[in-house]
């Protein structure tokens, strides 16, 4: 039997998401879940709480160069879709070669936790390239910045980030033209 997900108003549960997220996330509706840390990851946090993959979306921090001009850039795809990392988001940052930005550094530049990373509240440099089904997912479960929570937003909401780039990122999957049902979130 699969754990049940306890959504709160992250406004009363700051304790629960990473200082930037909570900065942030002023201009955002957010519920906020408490996890078990060691199931940040979201094949794992999905199995254990029931939750379908295509309601969850990951966030990838990528970078690359260009002369000596290093670019960092956070993805957002939906946990069933693959990001065209080489295609589309090297082209669009204009960089030679992109590559994820390593696990210290990563943490170090957004000052959350590995596993626990977000769009949210990145440093206002960064683009957020968000792919377009994230958007028009309905609501979506993110990393809150730390590994010990989830957030629930509105994929919509993520077109008002500060650098949000809505852009086509995913690669194209072999069941992409097989519709999946969602169940309502609110039975989580």
Request: glycine fraction near 8%; charge should be neutral.
């Amino acid at each position: 039997m699969a754990r049940r997900l306890q959504w709160q108003r992250l406004k009363d549960r700051p304790d629960l998401a990473a200082g930037p997220v909570r900065t942030a996330l002023d201009d955002l509706d957010a519920l906020v879940a408490p996890i078990d840390p060691g199931l940040a990851d979201t094949a794992a946090f999905c199995a254990e709480y029931g939750v379908p993959l295509e309601a969850s979306a990951n966030c990838l921090i990528v970078e690359g160069r260009r002369s000596a001009v290093t670019r960092v850039a956070a993805v957002v795809v939906l946990a069933t879709a693959r990001a065209d990392v080489r295609g589309v988001v090297r082209r669009h940052l204009d960089v030679r070669k992109l590559s994820f930005t390593a696990h210290d550094d990563a943490v170090s530049r957004t000052a959350m936790e590995y596993g626990g990373i977000t769009p949210i509240g990145l440093p206002a440099d960064w683009p957020v390239l968000v792919d377009e089904a994230v958007t028009t997912a309905g609501s979506v479960i993110l990393g809150s910045g730390i590994r010990g929570s989830k957030l629930l937003v509105e994929g919509s909401a993520l077109r008002r980030l500060h650098a949000a780039q809505i852009l086509q990122l995913a690669l194209p999957t072999v069941d992409a033209d097989i519709e999946v049902a969602r169940p309502a979130l609110s039975g989580f």
